[in-house]
């Protein structure tokens, strides 16, 4: 035990979960971004953009609402593609419905972190991070509010509205916790695709794209993995910690019966204290080795992962290990899986970079540039690397458009190509951003149902 808290107080002397949350970055209230956002879904109705659909007796599960089927049709749509007439409908009178809160939302823009105050409870696992799910909600608004200027050719204003999208993730800040940076990148996510929305329904300005760009890159940069890896080892010694000095009932974990920190617990025998003992030291040796992974460059992290899941199979493999080691084993992190799914965000946000950097070449020559080193320093000031080979990332020339990619965690060139129901399985898992050449941007939208049934004579 003395070794694994000597590990991890030369780690970080700051490690355990009530240290760890007193010296998180601080922010300014006036420079918090998750008090702007607060500020803006005050004015959305609650629930949105799920709005209740009315009662419908006799159906288990109501039908969508239709902002959610246009929130549907629009993931549905190729980003150089115009929204149709329902879908735009749709969305205009959502943005004009809301559009206070549209306006404070894009503010968040110009916001470099923020910060949501933490309470942990008893069983520390059930700590609640509604701000942070909630951050989403702006996000969504934000990308309704990128398509519609995008569908009226204000691109530039689409573009910061994707940079607003991108503020919004940041004010997630160092939370340390998995699940607060998963959620992170998933917002990452939704200004990736509203940004590649904009971009193939024109031309913005190069001082548009240049802001994105470094936002992009600003954002490729941060330890997501090591923020989330150290709070999960604070959190998790912390709770068999309690447990061990009776602060809590072990089966407070699985729902059991209510408890109050302070109640009385069933006092823990002393060959049950040296248990709790044992499972603590273990299991922060698990952890500070998962934040050293964490520390490593991303394309450096698979192979330590792989020994490390070996490590805690064989720890499960000893006979043993149902009475000594249970707590360890069972409530380690799934940290490969979250690793695999922030490179992944990681190569997005990196061959996003360079698609702008190659837009902007696009519009400065009149093509695209032939390789990543043709681009002019001052577009690409910095070359972000793909996280899965730390080499640079691949361009492919399909038909009429342009492929930035990351070779995926199979380790091998698919040609650009990507399949999400397969990318962790081996593939094709070319993660990466794509563009139209000009004159296939802004495409006519397919018609729409009502008018596929006319057509049809129904």
Excluded at 181 to 202: C, E, K, S, T
Excluded at 434 to 455: F, M, Y
Aim: charged residues 25%; aromatic residues 6%; glycine residues 8%.
């Amino acid at each position: 035990m003395d070794s694994a808290v000597s590990a991890a107080d030369q780690d970080d002397p700051n490690w355990r979960i009530d240290d760890l949350l007193a010296n998180r970055t601080t922010v300014d209230p006036e420079e918090n971004a998750a008090i702007v956002i607060g500020e803006a879904l005050e004015l959305l109705p609650d629930g949105w953009p799920d709005h209740e659909p009315p009662e419908m007796p006799g159906w288990v599960n109501p039908p969508p609402t239709e902002l959610m089927m246009a929130f549907d049709r629009l993931a549905d749509l190729q980003p150089n593609v115009r929204l149709d007439e329902q879908t735009e409908s749709s969305l205009r009178a959502e943005v004009k419905t809301f559009l206070e809160a549209v306006v404070i939302a894009r503010t968040v823009a110009d916001y470099e972190m923020g910060h949501h105050d933490l309470w942990i409870p008893p069983a520390v696992i059930d700590t609640l991070l509604g701000e942070t799910v909630e951050a989403k909600t702006a996000a969504q608004l934000l990308m309704i509010d990128s398509a519609v200027l995008a569908q009226d050719g204000e691109l530039d204003g689409a573009i910061d509205s994707c940079r607003g999208i991108l503020g919004v993730a940041r004010s997630i800040g160092d939370e340390p916790f998995l699940v607060s940076q998963l959620m992170r990148i998933a917002i990452d996510g939704v200004g990736i695709n509203a940004a590649l929305r904009a971009i193939g329904q024109g031309e913005a300005s190069d001082a548009a794209l240049e802001r994105l760009q470094a936002d992009l890159f600003a954002e490729s940069l941060r330890p997501l993995v090591l923020y989330g890896m150290k709070g999960e080892r604070a959190m998790m010694v912390e709770m068999i910690r309690r447990i061990a000095d009776e602060e809590i009932p072990i089966d407070h974990l699985s729902g059991g019966d209510s408890f109050e920190y302070g109640d009385p617990v069933t006092p823990v025998s002393p060959w049950g204290r040296l248990a709790f003992e044992n499972q603590l030291a273990l299991a922060l040796e698990f952890l500070n080795e998962s934040v050293a992974i964490a520390r490593l460059p991303a394309h450096e992290r698979p192979e330590r992962w792989e020994a490390w899941e070996r490590w805690i199979e064989e720890e499960q493999a000893e006979w043993h290990a149902g009475w000594t080691k249970t707590m360890a084993i069972l409530l380690t992190p799934a940290s490969r899986s979250a690793d695999l799914a922030l490179r992944r965000a990681e190569a997005e946000l990196g061959s996003m970079v360079v698609l702008l950097a190659a837009e902007r070449h696009r519009l400065r020559h009149g093509d695209w540039p032939v390789s990543i080193e043709a681009i002019e320093d001052d577009l690409l000031p910095q070359m972000p690397l793909d996280p899965f080979s730390g080499e640079a990332f691949r361009l492919h020339r399909p038909e009429g458009r342009f492929v930035v990619a990351s070779i995926g965690p199979n380790g091998q060139d698919d040609g650009g190509e990507y399949e999400p129901r397969v990318w962790n399985r081996g593939g094709p898992d070319d993660v990466g951003a794509i563009a139209w050449d000009g004159e296939l941007r802004g495409q006519s939208p397919p018609p729409c149902e009502s008018e596929q049934d006319d057509g049809e004579g129904i």
